[in-house]
């Protein structure tokens, strides 16, 4: 298994980051996929989940900003973050559990200032 996340970078407060998610070897259409992120000092948190039956469930922190998505033909996962906040800044990560296994990509830095 392997996850690869793209798209992070320097945006100002109310700016809009997409971070993409290349996926590879598993069957990518059958299994749950999440973002977590990191921010410095704390713990790694949920952000959101999107189940091989599209359902959508989100942190309270992200609700109404961010959308998670996937493109099954892709093996792609997609987080569009909206309005985003200087406490959003942290480190991204996509998360697939397979096989009872925890498999995590390297992660993407987003951060938001002025």
């Known amino acids: 298994v392997e996850l690869v996340e793209t798209g992070g970078g320097f945006v100002q407060p109310g700016g809009s980051l997409r971070l993409s998610c290349a996926a590879e070897?598993?069957?990518?259409?059958?299994?749950?996929l999440k973002w977590y992120r990191q921010a410095p000092g704390e713990e790694r948190a949920l952000v959101a989940t999107?189940?091989?039956?599209?359902?959508?469930v989100y942190a309270d922190s992200v609700k109404g900003r961010f959308t998670i998505s996937r493109d099954n033909t892709k093996n792609m996962m997609y987080l569009q973050m909206n309005s985003l906040k200087p406490e959003d800044t942290a480190v991204y990560y996509c998360?697939?559990?397979?096989?009872?296994?925890?498999?995590w990509g390297r992660g993407t830095q987003v951060t938001v200032g002025s």
């Open positions: 998360y697939v559990r397979v096989w009872n296994r925890e498999n």
């Open positions: 070897g598993f069957t990518f259409a059958l299994y749950q």
């Open positions: 999107i189940g091989s039956d599209q359902k959508r």
